[in-house]
């Protein structure tokens, strides 16, 4: 679309309502410093200067009070699935209260907790529901024993990417029939982040074909671990406290975990020799915004509207602050001597045809499942027939014709 | 990260400030119908849902009148580089608008224009600046004229893609060395829209190697057409609307525009045989949103939040619906019998070499490109050692292994 705009319209002026420069009403002078304080938020490692700008801004609106709100005061409580210590993911949460705190001037506030601060981590969905609290920052496949359904909101095995998720959840259906599930337990959701493609997972041993797939102990859970059990894995639930221990003493022989920048903290490349992509289980796990949904029939029109518009901020932004740690922690993870691989083609293609038969199953018997997976399928397949073309044939050009001096290959086999 | 944090955790209560399950304290029964419209809001076609939203929630402000705001009421005009017939590039800009509406209770009105209305579509940059406008959305590289840094803040060629893009921007610096470039035009800027890697064009005549491209006489503006004039093409500057005619007549052999949904509104399938995949010139070209500096820093603090988070949406919000919307508009096209090709590997080897060539030649005389150049292609770099990984293995896997009955290829070649 290269400069094209100009000439497409006629350039006559129209007539404009209103003033002919706009006009700000406002007690400009005092709100002034503000611009500062939001410019400020533009710095390198964007959330940590979001929240510092948070601070400087409470300044600001002692300073302003020509500014000041009318309006309701509501104070929440969100709880995140996931630990401090996994500051990506716990920090979305973190930036949604900000932003929400921000954009009502205070009147809404929501305390971010972590995992395990009020209930478990995998207890959200029903902490929501019995309204223990009001909302919670989550996964909803981790409720795939509610209902199996919900494993369409965060991410199935080989189904969509990022990208792909979002256009389904936005403008496929998508979000309106995982809302539909969600109804029934009382729940009122948003997407709100997403990981990108996760790694595979570290292995003590190589993975040269199917075969040696055969009698692996992975830990892996969910329909993952399913999948995986039908082309002969043996699925493993381990609590991540323990997973460290289990591969240094080979009780199991890998671990799935997120991405680079997660997965470095446990430090598994001391005890596995290789790191497998991609965890084609998760092509795109989106998280999710849960709010009750009582609570927010009763929530005024304003404040619903900061959750939404803030939920689609941590949406595009989790990503991109994956995307940018994680090339770093790769590059880390490399040095260590780790050797980083992909699956070989015929594990992929065992797992896969595995992961549709459990769908094709699941639907035959869950009428909700059924519902859904037949619009999603549909979609997948029209987001293929595009992304095959423009997408794929640019990011795999610039990818395999490095600049000189830059490597192809993200890690060569090392022996 | 399947099933995993619950016992990442301790599961321990802590205390809570606030009550035990929290609390909203506004008159929550007057506003209880405003559940019902947002939740309109999350039907497929997600921005004509929440349009109609906007509507349906007009009326129950009225009815709840102990939510109503205080504060000032601000009067903007938007103007957008594009005509209301790019219903995915203007439709940005109205979505942006009725959210700010939304958001505020009303107090920040800004009214969207389409190219033309107040200035021409490449004018947007002098308007924000002089001030005749307070805000617009635009593409930044329609400016490089000015300063050619300004290029990255859309795309250049063989830049990042969609994702990378965001990554650059929110937390790889790019939003801050964009901001010094645009503050010297009076300008406050935010991420605002993608389209997502373009498509190359519409041909008269087949491209087998770059032989092929040597005198081809392609309507392509910009620092894309310098990059072609290097490999042997004769750019044109044409007006769209004379680009069918000359398509036609065969004064031009061939055109370049954006992807599948906007494309196919023009006819070009009735003028070319081929289409031509990847706009490797456009890999994720990002759209901007402008303030006026000087207006932006006497904005109240919460107008302030509300465009950072709104641009945030539609940054997402954009390149979703393109998503959807380009598949079904690729099938269509391709069924009026025009051949879908990719350029030929050589083709843009050669392209790829006279870029970096002219970003080195322009880093040697411009400071300002420089300085962004060495960050950028820095980042650039690391980001494919990364996406070189999980995302792209996983992409290439699912695309090229299609369920049984579906094609793996978009187009195969026909005669």
Known sequence: ????????????????DGPAHGGTTAAG???????????AAALRGHRRAFLQGAAASATVAVAAPAIAQSGPSVRWRLQSSFPKSLDTLFGAAQMFCERIDRLTGGRF??????????VGGLQVLDAVQNGTIEMGHTASYYYI????????????????????????????????????????FNVMHFPAGNT???????FRREIRSVKDMQGLRFRIPGLAGEMLSRIGVLPQVIAPADIYSSLERGTIDATEFVGPYDDEKLGFAKVTKFYYYPGFWEGGAQLSMYVGLKEWEKLPREFQQAIDVASAEINVNMLAEYDAKNPPALARIQKTGVQVRPFPPDVMAAAQKAAFQIYDEEAAKNPSFAKIYANWRAFRDAQ??????????????????????????PSPAKK
């Open 1 to 16: 679309m290269q400069g094209d705009s100009d000439n497409r319209n006629d350039r006559g002026t129209v007539s404009i």
């Open 29 to 39: 002078g005092a709100a002034q410093p503000a611009g500062h304080a939001a410019t």
């Open 109 to 118: 506030q929501i305390r971010p907790f972590a995992a395990g601060e009020i």
């Open 145 to 184: 024993g509610r209902n199996r359904s919900l494993a369409f909101d965060t991410a199935v095995p080989f189904g969509l990417n990022a990208r792909q998720q979002n256009a389904w959840m936005y403008y496929g259906g998508g979000l309106d029939l995982m809302r539909e599930v969600l109804r029934e």
């Open 196 to 202: 990108g493609t996760q790694m595979g997972g570290w």
């Open 384 to 409: 293929h027939s595009w992304h095959r073309t423009a997408d794929l044939s640019f990011d795999n050009f610039v990818l395999s014709n490095p600049l000189s001096g830059q490597p192809a290959a």
